[in-house]
């Protein structure tokens, strides 16, 4: 992530971990698919971009083995300790602020950041200048916007009442400069920036425990912003996460857009 005091759901906050498990969860065997696919192997030198957990970037040490590299940046590398050892090497680093950690990249890959990076253009724009020519850049990003629904299938209150708590959340994001349709414009971003052989697809889970592993740490993170902005009562969020709790309703996370392609 890129530093910002108003930076909604930081590292240091208790309920990371457990949104970097539910991440996990959901969404690595699409980012490993995509990884696999772009040739990710042995000696490869790899910079994996607001890492945050350790999932992806144990992963990528695994392909590129002892002869390979791979640069893990954040700007809060706390929940990274246990990747801290060759061939990884973790640094604090601000991607929308800050040069790149090196250059003469073959793979550059950042999931669920750029959404949440002020200067996102400038972040893309340095990713890009740090791959060698022929180097792969994956980008995998959310979309509230295209699907902005924890319960996509509204039949009830409990129902009602997660999806207004989503809008809230929504607009806690907003007003801290998350660009909540950006997902969908990667590939256009790729392409413009003078990438080649760019294409994208889409990720979107509908219901599965991660899923409500993830709504229930994210709203438990941020619900003291949600009860100050007058976007919701303690009351609603008790409320809501013992319905999470008790499990029987299908909950659902923005879709994630990857797009791809290759520096000429």
Not at 38 to 66: F, Y
Not at 115 to 142: F, Y
Not at 230 to 243: E, M, P
């Amino acid at each position: 992530m890129t530093r910002s005091d108003g930076y909604l759901l930081d590292n240091r906050q208790s309920e990371a971990g457990e949104r970097f498990a539910a991440f996990a969860a959901l969404f690595d065997p699409t980012t490993f698919r995509h990884l696999e696919a772009l040739g990710v192997g042995p000696g490869w030198r790899c910079w994996e971009v607001g890492a945050g957990g350790t999932s992806v970037v144990s992963w990528l040490a695994k392909k590129v083995g002892p002869t390979g590299r791979v640069v893990a940046t954040d700007i809060d590398t706390s929940q990274m300790a246990a990747a801290a050892r060759p061939p990884v090497e973790v640094r604090v680093h601000d991607v929308g602020a800050e040069e790149p950690p090196g250059d003469g990249f073959d793979l550059v890959h950042a999931r669920l950041v750029l959404v949440h990076v002020p200067d996102r253009e400038r972040a893309l724009r340095s990713m890009i200048s740090a791959l060698r020519p022929g180097g792969r850049l994956l980008v995998e990003d959310a979309d509230p916007a295209l699907q902005p629904l924890t319960c996509p299938d509204e039949y009830g209150p409990e129902q009602q009442l997660a999806n207004g708590l989503r809008q809230g959340l929504r607009k806690l994001l907003a007003d801290r400069g998350a660009d909540l349709s950006y997902g969908r414009r990667l590939p256009r971003l790729l392409r413009s920036a003078g990438l080649d052989r760019v294409e994208a697809d889409g990720y979107f889970p509908v219901a599965s425990p991660a899923c409500a592993a993830l709504e229930s740490a994210t709203i438990r993170q941020v619900r003291d912003r949600l009860v100050t902005a007058g976007l919701a009562t303690d009351q609603d969020i008790d409320r809501h996460l013992a319905n999470v709790a008790a499990g029987g309703m299908d909950l659902a996370t923005a879709p994630m857009i990857s797009a791809w392609g290759r520096k000429p």
